[in-house]
């Protein structure tokens, strides 16, 4: 089984890291998901609609008595933060994987050490180099991923929420 990592390290850490971002980009579908729901909770909490009896068109007006209530928009929170703990539990496993290259690295050197003949240390830098190569890359891919994908998502609902409880104390104030 060792034997298998050691050879096969470089394919387990890039099999690894599709796995860790389909998992985040599924994650990103939910965390847009709910960002869809909170805005439009937040563009429809002071809006009332009528049924214009010349055009039969629906008309949006001001309406104090609305039907989104902030509890609404908390329970809405409540989902998306659940969304953001999940997505920032896959953004602490990025890490991992230059620690895995790393430790192939290590494992190949270690190989080296023992070798007798060029051909095995050849084989065990190979080893080294692959594993390296493997854990950077997806490090690079899932980082990148995450910065322009998820953690931009998470940081405008942050700014909806911020602005929409802003509004909210100040309401509170009068």
Known sequence: MLDFIIKYGHWVIFILGIILLGLMFKNYGTLVLQKERINELLERR???YIKNK??????????????????????????????????????????????????GTVEGLIKNVSATETAQM?????????????????AIVLKAFDVFC?????????????????????????
Do not use: W
């Open 46 to 48: 002071n809006k009332k």
């Open 54 to 103: 010349d055009t039969r068109k629906l008309e949006e007006e001001d309406d104090d008595d609305s039907s989104v209530s902030p509890d609404t928009i908390r329970s809405h929170e409540k989902d998306f933060n659940n969304a953001c703990s999940l997505h920032n539990m896959y953004a602490q496993l990025i890490p991992i994987f230059p620690l895995m290259g790393v430790l």
């Open 122 to 138: 050849l084989d065990s830098l190979d080893i080294a180099l692959y594993t390296t190569a493997a854990g950077l890359i997806c």
């Open 150 to 174: 998820p953690s931009k998502v998470i940081n405008d609902v942050e700014v909806m929420l911020e602005d929409f409880n802003k509004k909210l104390d100040l309401s509170n104030m009068f």
